[in-house]
């Protein structure tokens, strides 16, 4: 069994930990900082085998020099001149097995333009999507548009409810205030607020997520549904699922 932990980084962020079972070997999702993981390798006997990186921001690729001269592990993430060490580049399509898994890859632009989520098939399935989609919200366009961000928001919309989805930050309180502004009938998403907030009084992480959970109460998926779109009209253009998606993107950056 495939196991994961979260381990906190900086304010914000979550590295994410993989184990088979007891198996001696680990893989890391986007060690921004080196610190944590190598305290958790020494304290735990462990071997760092692989190295997952979802986008090139330094919040997520800041820890793979040190590490890679200390463990020398596999990394792969996408080809982009700004992350370093790198042993494999994969792109849309390709697949990595690690630690007894098949996860296939697949390109999420929007937040960056080399932007890719890794997805571990199984029941259930496990989706490692960096700042593409996160509890109750996306992340914000840097790099890409729109059009894009939606194309991949809705791709990984479409995968199975039970799904679990493993975010690149603890964002769920701020997003869950904008999502009431955005869908504010929304009584799922009321009930998922008293949630929330008892686990983060409890220093609990709200990760992971599932993809049904999120197509519930996260507005960035629910563009097409016309009370949202009534409410993002009062900020903008709302008048099919892109247009609110880039009104509601807009919105959020200033809420």
């Known amino acids: 069994m495939l196991t994961v932990k979260p381990l906190p980084a900086f ?66 993430g996408p080809a982009d001149s700004s ?7 994969v792109s849309d399509g390709d697949t990595v097995r690690l630690l007894g898994r098949v996860f296939d890859v697949m390109a999420t632009p929007g937040h960056t333009l080399d932007h890719l989520s890794f997805l571990a098939a199984g029941t259930p399935g496990l989706l ?37 989805v493993f975010a690149g930050h603890e964002y769920t309180r701020a997003n869950v205030a904008f999502a009431r502004a955005a869908d504010p009938d929304n009584a799922a998403l009321e009930a998922y607020q008293a949630t929330c907030e008892r686990e983060r009084e ?18 960035f998926l629910r563009v097409h549904r016309p009370e949202v779109q009534r409410a993002v009209a009062t900020q903008g253009t709302a008048t099919d699922s892109l247009t609110t998606f880039a009104t509601m993107r807009q919105w959020k950056n200033n809420f």
Request: glycine share 8%.
């Open 128 to 164: 490692f999507c960096g700042d593409t989609l996160f509890c109750a919200g996306c992340g914000r366009l840097f790099e890409g548009s729109p059009e894009q961000m939606h194309k991949a928001l809705q791709r990984l919309a479409a995968l199975d409810d039970d799904t679990l």
């Open 83 to 89: 992350i370093t060490h790198l042993t494999r580049t």
């Open 202 to 219: 409890h220093g609990r992480p709200t990760l992971p997520s599932t993809i049904g959970r999120e197509k519930a109460i996260n507005p």
């Open 11 to 76: 304010q914000d962020n979550y590295i994410w930990i993989l184990q088979q079972d007891n198996d001696a070997r680990i893989a890391v999702v986007d060690p921004g900082d080196a610190d944590p993981v190598i305290e958790y390798i020494e304290a735990h006997g462990l071997v760092l085998d692989t190295i997952l990186v979802t986008h090139h921001h330094k919040d997520h690729t800041g820890g793979l020099a040190t590490l890679a001269d200390r463990y020398g592990p596999n990394i792969i």
